[in-house]
């Protein structure tokens, strides 16, 4: 198998296979993103594909878990994704589930058919970058959508069967405009309703067109009770039926978890001592946050 670095997953694919679907990110346009900038994009042929997936079979026996990558892996063709996961379920035999990064822009190009055929060949989860819910914010970020066509992404998903889970970037609104993030975001997320739910914490990095906002005085990155007060007024707001919440990535000042709604309120009184009694709960200290 040949993997062509730098290789992203969810933190939840921790023990999972990784195998590179497409190389890059199509998109490849997010202001606050430097994950993919040193590849160009390209779509991997089913030859390419088929080797990796018989050389880790020989080599991995008992895999249980493979996760698709890179950045928006469900811009493959519906057929080539077919082909490689119906692949990947006879050649492991104890194969439990595919997951793959999805953006909202390839959910929204593909037909239901197409989704539900993928579904049905056995990509059990999507995982979608909601970032944010506020129009101005995904605009200024090059999102490429804006939070109608966001939810008509993860519904879609959904509605083909899916296990949906939605990122969100904590922050990403800056000191300016962190109340219409939490709050819209918040309205987003509701009206999506997906299964699974995570948030990271901003973190600027160099080769990114943030980088160079920031640098021009253009972009605030709130202090770390600015990150946790933004977080928690994003929980006050949501309402959503049976969503699993994580707060745990390494980039995050306090690990939370929970299920939404139903502990909604116990979180948010964990970030209320943590932001009006400083000290009383540890904070990840700045120096061991990381992507």
């Excluded at 519906?78 to 990947?88: D, F, G, K, M, S």
Aim: charged content about 25%; overall charge neutral; aromatic content about 6%.
């Amino acid at each position: 198998m040949h993997l062509e670095p730098p290789v992203f997953r969810p933190p939840s694919e921790a023990f999972s296979l990784i195998l590179q679907l497409t190389i890059g990110c199509r998109h490849n346009a997010c202001t606050f993103c430097g994950s993919f900038r040193s590849k160009k994009f390209r779509i991997k042929s089913w030859e390419e594909m088929k080797n990796d997936i018989d050389s880790c079979a020989q080599q991995m026996i008992g895999t249980q878990r493979i996760f698709l990558a890179d950045g928006d892996a469900l811009a493959a063709p519906a057929p080539l994704i077919i082909q490689t996961v119906e692949r990947l379920y006879s050649k492991f035999p104890g194969l439990e589930r595919v997951t793959m990064y999805a953006g909202p822009l390839d959910i929204l190009a593909k037909s239901e058919a197409e989704l539900k055929e993928i579904r049905q060949a056995g990509v059990t989860m999507l995982y979608m970058g909601l970032e944010s819910g506020n129009e101005a914010i995904l605009k200024a970020v090059c999102k490429g959508v804006n939070p109608t066509e966001m939810i008509e992404a993860g519904r879609k998903a959904m509605a083909a069967g899916f296990e949906l889970s939605v990122t969100i970037i904590d922050g990403l609104g800056g000191t300016a405009l962190w109340r219409e993030h939490a709050t819209d975001t918040a309205k987003v997320l509701s009206a999506i309703d997906p299964n699974y739910a995570g948030t990271l914490t901003l973190m600027v990095l160099r080769n990114t067109p943030l980088y160079r906002r920031v640098q021009r005085g253009e972009f605030e990155v709130p202090d770390t009770m600015g990150f946790l007060a933004e977080l928690k007024c994003l929980l006050e707001n949501v309402n959503l039926t049976n969503c699993v919440f994580r707060s745990n990535h390494a980039s995050n000042y306090l690990p939370l978890g929970g299920v939404l709604n139903r502990d909604r309120d116990r979180l948010v009184a964990l970030l209320e001592k943590a932001i009006t009694q400083p000290g009383d709960i540890p904070l990840r200290p700045e120096k061991s946050r990381r992507l």
